[in-house]
């Protein structure tokens, strides 16, 4: 079992870049894949990226991919996403989530473990 935080969201002008962080707390956290989703109010949890427990796999949605760049350091146990360029519609509440898996896992419902997210607010 492990517990995420997530950290790093805000206030953010549009074009500037954001890194958010996910701490792992627990047994084995470089144990899982994990992946970072957002979610606007009133809509689905859209995924965005996820790595590999080793960091040897990453993979995107189209909508963010070459914008978006997820990272992990096992040695502190922490996965970050960095967002170049922000734009309006990066706004929303985003989250880590980590599932003891393998294989290109971009749905919701396939992670197990989630953090209480950190709100992003781009201002234009």
């Known amino acids: 079992q492990v517990q995420l935080a997530e950290s790093g969201g805000g206030t953010v002008q549009a074009g500037a870049p954001l890194r958010l962080s996910c701490a792992a707390f627990g047994r084995s956290p470089s144990s899982y894949a994990m992946a970072w989703f957002r979610q606007e109010p009133g809509k689905a949890r859209e995924f965005l990226a996820g790595?590999?427990?080793?960091?040897?796999?990453?993979w995107y949605a189209d909508s963010v991919r070459g914008r978006f760049t997820i990272s992990r350091d096992n040695a502190k146990n922490t996965v970050s996403l960095q967002i170049d360029n922000v734009e309006p519609q990066d706004t929303a509440t985003y989250y880590c989530?980590?599932?003891?898996?393998?294989?290109?896992?971009?749905?919701?419902?396939?992670?197990?473990?989630w953090g209480q997210g950190t709100q992003v607010t781009v201002s234009s």
């Open positions: 989530a980590a599932v003891l898996g393998v294989g290109i896992l971009d749905k919701d419902y396939e992670y197990e473990y």
């Open positions: 790595i590999s427990y080793n960091g040897a796999n990453t």
